[in-house]
């Protein structure tokens, strides 16, 4: 059915436990975020809405308080993404590859400051790292398409509604392919980040098919776990809102869901990157990348484009050559 092994996922995650704590004080911390300002607007909109003569006021203002309060701390991690992706995510994933490849790293909390220099000396700022981030999700769209997407396992007529539907489920399951050619780019103890991303990319593309069958057999995984945590949160999340001030229940669902993101973020996130870098670095073992595959990634996709304008402009122009397509 699938090529990594979840054994050695879990084991690895067990051996990256501090990146395991960190990452749940960041979500975690997020979550109560998300709460303390929930219930801030919420107690703000209610003593507001004393003032309106509506009979109603209270309970209407409450509600408007909740909502801007969830929707500044929105703003506000959409602002630290950078930082988030940098020291966080790029961190554990650099640990990681270094486990996968049978390589010791430190224990304890020396493993954060050694993957932070690691990272550093790839990605010397945060933002160039989340402009090559960036520019890869926009790229990894085109590949979908350019593979056939679930077509070329079911090339069966009159499916075209399936085929989409599916389609459209193999796109949401490629979420961590930019995490996965980051760690390529790590493992290959790159000096130039655009290049070796568009590599990886391209890389990705002439594996596609393994890759996401593996990521779609993943994803139903966490699709599943992540539902059931969603239905265990309810619980605790009705129960902080029930002590705020106004009818707030409705509330309970989307901090369910921000109990969920938080605990797919620090657990199951980590797991799946874990998976799909075994059957990645395994998939493209001795191959180079296919000019073919780089030519067509150019046709259909800008971000690709950008890429590859990235990549010969950190050379300089001058030791970048365009890969020619086999004839």
């Known amino acids: 059915m699938w090529d990594f092994e979840i054994g050695r996922s879990v084991s690895i995650m067990v051996r990256t436990w501090p990146f395991i704590v960190f990452r749940m004080i960041v979500y975690f ?13 919420a107690s703000v909109g209610y003593g507001v809405g004393h003032i309106s003569t509506d009979p ?46 049978g390589h010791d790293v430190p224990d304890g909390q020396d493993q954060i400051a050694y993957a932070k220099e690691v990272v550093t000396q790839r990605f010397a700022e ?21 593979i056939g997407g679930i077509a070329a396992f079911l090339p069966i007529p009159g499916l075209s509604g399936l085929v989409s539907f599916i389609n459209t489920v193999i796109r949401l399951s490629l979420t961590y392919v930019d995490e996965i050619i980051l760690g390529y780019n790590i493992r290959i103890n790159s000096s130039s ?23 779609v057999w993943l994803s139903v995984i966490m699709w599943g776990v992540s539902f059931v945590i969603f239905l265990l949160m309810l619980a605790p999340a009705g129960a902080i809102l029930f002590l705020m001030p106004g009818q707030l ?23 799946a990157i874990a998976c799909l870098m075994q059957v990645y670095f395994k998939a493209i073992e001795g191959q ?9 990634l ?25 890969p020619t397509p086999s004839t």
Not at 66 to 85: D, K, P, T
């Open 29 to 41: 911390g997020i979550t109560l975020a998300y709460i303390m300002a929930t219930g801030t607007g």
């Open 56 to 101: 109603d006021g209270p309970l209407s203002f409450a509600m408007w308080g909740g909502v801007v309060g969830f929707g500044l701390v929105s703003i506000a991690v959409y602002w630290i993404r950078e930082y988030i992706l940098y020291i966080v995510k790029a961190g554990h994933i650099a640990v990681m590859v270094h486990l996968i490849d």
């Open 126 to 146: 945060a933002n160039v790292l989340f402009v090559v981030d960036q520019l890869v999700k926009g790229a990894v769209r085109a590949v979908t398409g350019l």
């Open 193 to 215: 980040p655009f290049e070796t991303a568009r590599q990886g990319v391209v890389l990705y593309a002439q594996n596609g098919k393994t890759m996401v069958k593996n990521a």
């Open 249 to 271: 229940a409705g509330w309970a669902f989307v901090l369910a869901i921000v109990f969920a993101w938080a605990f797919k973020a620090a657990f199951i996130e980590p797991f």
């Open 288 to 296: 180079a990348p296919n000019p073919d595959w780089d030519r067509k």
């Open 298 to 322: 150019a046709e259909v996709s800008s971000k690709f484009r950008d890429l590859k304008d990235k990549a010969r402009a950190s050379f300089g122009g001058s030791r970048w050559t365009e």
